[in-house]
Structures are given as C-alpha cells and as structure tokens.
C-alpha cells in the first residue's frame, strides 16, 4: 500500500521567508504531483515531476526517486501563498488515480 | 484551452435523498475522469475514475454511484444520502500519464 506522508501539518511564516514542504511516500512512483487548495476549496496544479527539479515563479519543486521524498519550496513568500499544499501520487506506479497526503496548511502573514 | 465545470456550486440535503452532481471537460476528448471527496479535516479520497464511456471503477465501497453517459460527463449520484456524504466533491480530468486538472467542486451538506 502506498502511504503519503507530508510535513508540516501547519505552518505559519512572515512575509518574505523562505518556505519548505516535505513529502515522502512508500513505494515507487512514476511522478509526484504537487497542488494547492485555495480557501474556497479550489485545486490547481502546481507541478508533476519524475526527476529533480521544476521551477516555476517563486514555486521550486523536487524530488528524490532514490530516498523517496520531494520537496516544495516557496521563496519570498507572500500572503496570496497561504493555502494547503497537497503532495499525491499515483498508487503502485500508475499513471492515473492519485493517493494523496493530508496537506500543509501555510498561512503566510503580512 | 481546455476547461472543467462541476455544478452545483453548493447544496444542503435531507438524509435520505437523492444526490445528482455534474461533472463536464470542454476543449479535449478521450479523458480520464475521476470523482474525490475531501471530508472535513481529511485529505482527499479517490471516489471513482473513469477511462472511457461506461467505463467506472470505483475505489472505496459506499452508497455512491457514478456514470458516464458521454465522453467528457461524469455524473455523481446517490438514491439516499446519509449525514457522513457530507464533503466537498471534486471532479478532475487527465490524460493518462499527465497531471490533473480540477472542477471548482461541490460543497455539500446533509443534514
């Protein structure tokens, strides 16, 4: 069974700082997806990645097949970030349905 | 460009109703569909998903149902609502192999 797991649960930060998400899964992947959940409930893919490094604004991602484990970075953060961040991937290694984690609520303060 | 629409927006039902959520996916054909729920202070979960016309597995036993009547309709139903449905529902779509992309969803509430 593949298990996600993310860290921090909550996190709370200044503007301006230098944010990281962790998430580590079980088994072997072929990609790991990283999406936010505004307030309102709305989803939106942030990156899908099978090998080190995205980037994409202020939003770096990466990942480590070998140790199981990627990253989500958010550098100069900014209030417009606060959101959940949910890492998933794709139950044993397929392409479709996702297992997702239990998010990190980031609320960013001015 | 490609775009999803999920409607209602929001819906208060009784236990023991009927339940008819709408899923529709503009601006591409042959998607993968699939229906989550994200239950209050719980992650996602995986409802259903669907390769095809007709075509639904389903992830987790429960008193819902999906179809899909058209290619790019995913429908999410229930004949009697029970208080734990109670959640906010998320239809997406993908392409095998590729991310995916999420409806606004339904935020619903049985009471």
């Known amino acids: 069974k593949n298990e996600v797991e993310q860290s921090p649960q909550n996190l709370t930060a200044q503007e301006g700082e230098f944010i990281t998400i962790n998430c580590s899964y079980s088994?072997?992947?072929?990609?790991l997806h990283w999406l936010q959940q505004h307030p309102g409930g709305g989803i939106v893919s942030l990156f899908m990645?099978?090998?080190g490094k995205k980037k994409h604004g202020r939003l770096i991602a990466t990942i480590n097949i070998q140790e199981k484990h990627s990253s989500l970075h958010i550098t100069a953060s900014h209030p417009r970030d606060s959101a959940v961040y949910i890492c998933?991937?794709?139950?044993?290694?397929?392409?479709?349905?996702?297992?997702f984690g239990k998010g990190t609520k980031l609320s960013v303060k001015p | 460009s490609q775009t999803i629409h999920q409607w209602p927006a929001t819906l208060v039902q009784p236990v023991g109703s009927p339940l008819s959520l709408e899923c529709t996916v503009e601006?591409?054909?042959?998607?993968?569909l699939y229906w989550y729920r994200q239950a209050a202070g719980r992650g996602l979960q995986l409802l259903f998903y669907?390769?095809?016309?007709?075509?639904i597995s389903s992830e987790v036993p429960q008193n819902l149902s999906a179809s899909r009547p058209q290619d790019r309709q995913f429908i999410l139903s229930s004949k009697k609502l029970l208080l734990s449905d109670s959640g906010f529902y998320l239809c997406?779509?993908?392409?095998?192999?590729?991310?995916?992309?999420f409806g606004p969803g339904t935020r619903l509430t049985v009471l």
């Open positions: 997406a779509w993908s392409h095998s192999g590729y991310e995916q992309f």
């Open positions: 088994v072997g992947i072929s990609a």
């Open positions: 990645l099978s090998s």
């Open positions: 998933a991937v794709p139950p044993g290694g397929s392409q479709g349905n996702l297992i």
């Open positions: 601006g591409t054909s042959n998607p993968n």
């Open positions: 669907s390769i095809g016309i007709d075509q």
